[in-house]
């Protein structure tokens, strides 16, 4: 971890994932408006599984291969046996995981609500992708395993395998809500093969960072860290930067963590690994694979300390000509997250998505 002396630097980055979501409170529990009831809405299935992933085999952190998935099939799926749906993959934020974040969208009510309302129905599959510091930024790490490929692959064909699907890119969608809005960027970029839709939710870590110093209680706490497992009684940043740096700056090398911090000499270097999957930062590289999507939209809250980035990656696929809508609705991080979820996003794939 470094000398006693050193100082530990946390980049900006990291309090994306903290104060700018959290409006500075340290709990992940959030209170969020809640949708009326739909009158007339039918009910959906909800099923829970387990999806083996390939790609997260070994991590070096010891995160399970096994993921928890939440899956909802539409009112007619158990009678209109002969029929296929769209599917849409839906991803979670840092510090919940599958289950905790169908209750702040408060699914299946607002999945209802939307066919009720007049969407067309599909399949939507929540994978847990909660990890041992708290999140796997949906990255490619040997730290915490591939989750990246694990949603555009494992998951995606074994619901393909298990469900009534269309298994083609135009009748799959992906959406994602912070931290799953930043996995939903990253991964809608790198495999525009596997989806045809994306829907960007209030997206973190869009942006290269400064690093800034942390407070010395947090110093003491990252440095008393010894096991994976010590890092749940960590401060909410401080777990944020071990989080970010498992998935973005992994080393085998260094156990018992298996990750480089950017502190002392590595800072710049490490600095630089966090850059390279910073969605701002690819999105030269990937701006023909977005162009392939037949549709893109984003949002976030005119309250939500993420709007000036969600405006930038707007603004990075307008300058390349792909096409997106950008809304920035009234509310915080997540205050209205289930009405958007109910209203924009499950209309959005009924429109898009090919049925």
Known sequence: MGSAKASLAVPLMAVALGLAIWGGTASAQVVNNVPDVVPGAKPVTVEHIKVHGAALESSLEGDSADRDVLVFLPPSYGHDTSRRYPVVYALHGYSIGAEQWAHEIHVPQTIEGGFAKGAREMIVVLPDSKTVHNGSMYSSSVTTGDFE????????????????????????????????????????????????????????????????????????????????????????????????????????????????????DKQQQVLAKWT???????????????????????????????????????????????????????????????FRFQDFAIPFFSKNLSF
Not at 227 to 232: G, L, N, Q, T
Request: aromatic share 8%; proline share 7%.
């Open 149 to 264: 490929t694990y949603v555009a692959r494992d998951l995606v064909n074994y619901i393909d395998a298990h469900y009534r699907t269309i298994p083609r890119r135009e009748s799959r969608g992906l959406v994602g809500h912070s931290m799953g809005g930043y996995g939903a960027t990253r991964i809608g970029m790198k495999h525009s093969d596997i989806f045809g839709s994306l829907y960007i939710m209030s997206p973190c870590c869009l942006a290269p960072r400064q690093a800034g110093a942390l407070k010395p209680e947090d110093e003491a706490a990252l440095a008393a860290v010894k096991v994976p497992a010590d890092s749940a009684g960590l401060p909410f940043i401080v777990r944020a930067q071990l989080a970010s740096a498992a998935a973005w700056s992994p080393n085998p090398q260094s156990p018992p963590l298996y990750l480089d911090l950017p502190i002392g």
């Open 276 to 338: 390279a999957n910073a969605p701002l930062a690819l999105i030269d590289q990937y701006s023909s694979a977005l162009k392939h999507y037949s549709a893109i939209a984003m949002d976030v809250g005119d309250q939500d300390g993420l709007r000036v980035d969600t405006a930038k990656l707007h603004d990075a696929m307008d300058n390349y000509g792909i096409s997106n809508s950008f809304t920035i609705y009234p509310g915080t991080h997540t205050s209205n997250v289930a």
